[in-house]
Each structure stands twice: as structure tokens, then as C-alpha cells.
């Protein structure tokens, strides 16, 4: 079979893959878990979002990955009419996000590691329920804390072999720590080929010794955080140019994605943030300054995404 692009509206040939975020959301509820700090919410409100996509796609959006799964707000229907309101070409997610956000419904911890990949196989061959819509990606697969629990392994586990038999790629969610490789080693023990293994949030941990560990092994690294405004991440960019300059001297342009991961309501531009185009508008003319070159620039933001979503 030819390779292909599964987006919610069907699959695409991939060289209709342009200019891609491969680390989004278009709508998630991370406010309902009892005593959680990150109580964030992005509203699924179509005509809102559609005007946010709609302005990534006039400034040259191709494709956006939405990386929401059961328990946090998917909704594969919504996603095909954001689609077909925008012309944006929509990636779905499956799988089960972080161990405090699993759904009960899902029973990670009562069913065999075999049968949560059997599920997610189903999806890529039938569709979601009755829908019919099928997922181009297993993810975001995170963890919770700095290391990987037992029960989240199940599922890296569970991705994994799903990975294997369908041919799709992971994205995986580990924050301010080297948990990423963890993550990696999970998955290379189930005999999943590290270049179908995207390790995000990268940005987060800015080591550059981590960075070459995961890279050096095959995997991909994504830095998904730009354009974030909570913290630090701000005055982390230069830095996290320097970084980005330096892995692309060092040759692993190759194995680099860039993305914006919107997940809460004050970055959409409607509420004064920079919506899906920040990378268009800020950060990639502040790579050019740095001396990257286009073909980096398309290579990270189009070739990259293009390979990890192709299945076949």
C-alpha cells in the first residue's frame, strides 16, 4: 500500500503534508482531577477555534496534530467539522494521555497490556465507535511525575505494540526532567524503532547531553513549548535557539520538530495570546537571524512531520 496520511476528514498522500504543527490541541479539560495545580482548559467552541485555525491557515498552515485524547476532551466529530470549516488538514491522537487523567472507563489497570493495544489497533482499522474517523498518531503518551509509574508503563507498553502493528508514530508527554528517555527505553524494549518515537516537550529540560542521549538513539525530538507564556519560557528562548542552532550543526535536523502545544484559553488570540501562528510570526523569522537556513526551517517544520505521520 502506498504511504499515507490519516487526518480525520481520510487519508491524504503525504506530500499534501506542509507546513505543520505536530503538537496541538483545539480544545482540552485538565481542570477536573481533585488537588491538581495545572487546572487549564482550552475551549472546544467551534466557531471560536475555527477562527484561531482559520489564521494559522491564512499565514501557510498545512496540518495540525491535535494531541487530545479520551478523558481530557477527544472528540473525533468535531475535529472533521474544524477541519472542514478550515481547510486545515487535522491529525487525531489515541491513546490514554497520563496516569492521572486515564479515564475509569478505560481500566488501564484491569485489562492485559495486549488488550489496551488491541483497542488502539481497532481505531486505526475501523475508526473511533461509530464514527468511522481514525487517529494518525498514538499520543500524547505522558507520565505524571519525573519518572514512568506502573500503570503509565502499561500503556507506553500497550502504544508501543500498537505502534508496531499499524505502523504509526508516538508522541509522548515527560516534563522538566529526563523522563523522555525513559519513556524511549520502554519503547525500544518492545522492539518499536526509535525513529517512530517522537519525545516532546523537550524545550522543558533544556540539557543538551539528554538531547543527544534520545537523538543518537534514532528517536525524534520536539520542542512543543514555544510561544508558552507561564513561567519561564520566555526568557528560555534564546537559549532554547542556541540549543536548536547547535543540534542542527551537530546534523540532526533530521530528527527535530518544532510545535506550540495551545492548551489554555489565554493563548488563543481572541484572548490577547498568539494562537496557532506564533512559530510563523515570531520564532522561526528569530531562527533566520540565527543563520538557520530555509531548507532547516522546512525540513523541521514540513519534512519532519511529513515522515512521522506517513504510514505504508
Not at 506542509?18 to 495545572?38: A, C, K, M, S
Not at 485489562?111 to 465507535?129: K, N, Q, W
Not at 516534563?175 to 516532546?200: C, K, N, T, Y
Not at 551537530?250 to 489554555?264: A, E, I, K
Request: a negative charge; aromatic letters at 8%.
Amino acid at each position: 500500500m502506498a504511504p499515507r496520511v490519516m487526518t480525520v476528514s481520510g487519508p491524504i498522500p503525504p506530500d499534501r503534508v506542509g507546513f505543520t504543527l505536530p503538537h496541538e490541541h483545539t480544545g482540552i479539560q485538565l481542570w477536573h482531577v481533585p488537588n491538581r495545580w495545572d487546572y487549564w482548559e482550552l475551549t472546544p467552541d467551534e466557531l471560536t477555534l475555527g477562527e484561531e485555525l482559520g489564521d494559522f491557515r491564512r499565514r501557510g498552515g498545512s496540518t495540525l496534530v491535535d494531541l487530545t485524547l479520551p478523558g481530557v476532551g477527544r472528540d473525533p466529530e468535531r475535529l472533521r467539522r474544524l477541519a472542514t470549516r478550515t481547510g486545515v488538514q487535522i491529525v487525531m491522537g489515541c491513546g490514554w494521555y497520563r496516569g492521572a487523567y486515564y479515564p475509569a472507563e478505560a481500566r488501564i489497570d484491569g485489562r492485559p497490556v495486549d488488550e489496551l493495544a488491541a483497542e488502539l489497533i481497532a481505531e486505526f482499522h475501523d475508526g473511533v465507535g461509530a464514527t468511522g474517523i481514525r487517529p494518525g498518531i498514538i499520543g500524547e503518551i505522558g507520565v505524571d511525575k519525573p519518572w514512568v509509574s506502573a500503570l503509565e508503563e502499561r500503556v507506553h507498553r500497550a502504544a508501543a505494540r500498537a505502534a508496531q502493528s499499524t505502523g504509526l508514530a508516538i508522541s509522548t508527554h515527560g516534563v522538566l526532567s529526563p523522563v523522555g528517555l525513559a519513556q524511549l527505553r520502554i519503547f525500544e524494549e518492545e522492539g518499536l524503532d526509535p525513529a517512530r518515537v517522537v519525545i516532546g516537550h523537550a524545550d522543558s529540560y533544556p540539557v543538551l547531553d539528554h538531547y543527544l542521549a534520545i537523538l543518537d538513539r534514532g528517536a525524534n525530538l520536539e520542542f512543543d513549548f514555544i510561544g508558552h507564556r507561564f513561567g519561564t519560557e520566555e526568557a528560555a528562548e534564546p537559549r532554547l535557539v542556541e540549543l536548536i542552532v547547535e543540534l542542527l550543526e551537530r546534523g540532526y535536523g533530521t530528527q527535530l520538530l518544532l510545535s506550540q502545544d495551545v492548551s489554555h484559553n489565554s493563548q488563543l488570540r481572541s484572548n490577547g495570546g498568539f494562537g496557532y501562528a506564533y512559530l510563523q510570526q515570531h520564532f522561526l523569522p528569530t531562527l533566520r537571524t540565527a543563520a538557520v537556513a530555509e531548507g532547516e526551517i522546512e525540513q523541521m517544520t514540513i519534512g519532519n512531520p511529513r515522515r512521522i505521520l506517513s504510514v505504508g
